[in-house]
C-alpha cells in the first residue's frame, strides 16, 4: 500500500512567490506583418542583390518593403523597369524632369519621358536586415 504524500493533491493551480517587477518592462512580441503593415494589397518585398546602394544603408540581401501606392518623391529610393530590366534606384528631380539614378555608379541617370521605356513601380518605404 503506498503512503499518501502531501502532494498527492496539488494540480499546479496554487502558486506561491511574488510577480517580477520587471515584467512591466516586457514587450510583447514585435510582430513585422503589423510593424512594416504588410497587409496593405499595395506592399510587397523585393530582396535587393549588390551592394550599389550601400551608400543608402541598403545592402546585398536586404530586404525592402515596397510600396505600389505610395508616390515617389526626389531623393526616394523606387523599384523600377528600364528596359525591361528590373532596378532598384534612386528618383530625383532637376529642371530637365524626373530622372531615375541607376544604382551603379557609372551609369548616366535615365530622364523619364515618353521616349524612355522606363516606369517606376513602387517605392521602397523600409528596409529589413537578416544580419548585422
Not at 510593424?35 to 506592399?43: A, G, I, M, V
Not at 530582396?47 to 510600396?67: C, F, K, P, S, Y
Amino acid at each position: 500500500m503506498a503512503q499518501k504524500s502531501g502532494n498527492d493533491n496539488y494540480n499546479g493551480d496554487k502558486t506561491t512567490g511574488f510577480a517580477s517587477p520587471a515584467q512591466d518592462y516586457v514587450e510583447n512580441t514585435i510582430d513585422l506583418t503589423d510593424t512594416l503593415e504588410l497587409r496593405r494589397p499595395s506592399r510587397y518585398l523585393v530582396r535587393v542583390t549588390g551592394d550599389e546602394l550601400d551608400h543608402r544603408g541598403i545592402r546585398h540581401n536586404d530586404i525592402i518593403v515596397a510600396d505600389s501606392a505610395r508616390a515617389p518623391r526626389a531623393g526616394g529610393v523606387v523599384i523600377a523597369c528600364v528596359s525591361g530590366e528590373m532596378l532598384v534606384c534612386e528618383i530625383g528631380q532637376d529642371k530637365r524632369g524626373w530622372y531615375l539614378r541607376p544604382s551603379r555608379a557609372l551609369d548616366m541617370p535615365v530622364y523619364l519621358s515618353e521616349h524612355i521605356d522606363a516606369s517606376i513601380w513602387a517605392v521602397a518605404v523600409s528596409l529589413v536586415r537578416e544580419e548585422l
